[in-house]
């Protein structure tokens, strides 16, 4: 893409030791039907030889390759790569997900028929390492169609966990993300939805229920550990909302949605482990 043309959509990629899948996330993204794109990586000093494959994708023209300094977390990476984006709309795929050939298609298009729509998401299906799926069209809570940010908010914190999906799941208007201040690192752990219902506060939200992505689980993801500070972060950022937002959330919704993302989070701790035995019991 020339450097003079402003594209439609940024697709940004932070990549961080993603070399096993890294490819295939690209060739996902380049594969789109909806061609009006640029696509930006951001490797964040990986070193187990993703900055290497990414190397074959130079010569595209639709494609910029950046390097990210060690340190700072997903929060640096992704605010590095979108600082990078020169588009209108964007949309972040992490470097082990893939997004569906159509997935631009039909959400650029649902932003173009909803001006007042400032997120879009989709479902995803959950896969495994080789690519296959384990569990389909999962997410977005029972929301479809066009509803009130705030409403896909107040949504969200009450049933206690990111009913948007991954950011491969989820189309932004870029100027949307700025005016409500980029990436929120303040809970690195739910990074994604609290940027989300940002920006869900200055606009509408449109639900799409089908799947439009797809993402990846890894054993990284079956932590004791991580699931309780996964939890802590949510009810954190869950405070922090009511005291920012005035009127948007009552006593009980964080009554509600505290208790909710406590047991979602061992209750995702436990299907982990179930898919994390399927999932071994498949390569051996």
Known sequence: MSP?????VSVVVPSYNNASFIEATMDSILAQSFQEFELVVAD????????????RYRSDPRVRLLRTETGGGAPQNWGRVTAAAHGELLKLVCGDDVIYPDCLR????????????????????????RGDILLSRRGLGGLSGKVSGRMA??????????????????????????DAGGWDGSHPYVIDEATYVNVLLGGDFLGLDTALAAFRLSSSQWSVHLARAQSEQVIAFHHRLAADASGLL???????????????????????LWLGRRMHARTT
Do not use: K
């Open 44 to 55: 964040h000093s990986s070193t187990d030889g993703t900055w290497e494959r990414l190397q």
């Open 250 to 272: 009552s006593w009980m919704d964080l009554v509600r949605g505290d208790a909710r993302a406590r047991g979602m989070a061992y209750a995702r701790r436990l299907a982990y």
């Open 4 to 8: 003079d043309v402003t594209p439609r």
């Open 153 to 178: 908010a107040r949504r969200a914190v009450v049933s206690g966990s990111n009913i948007f999906g991954e950011p491969a799941c989820v189309l932004i208007r870029h100027q949307a993300l700025r």
């Open 106 to 129: 039909i959400q650029v298009e649902a932003m173009d028929a909803n001006p007042s729509v400032v997120l879009v998401a989709a479902q995803r299906d959950l896969i495994d390492a």
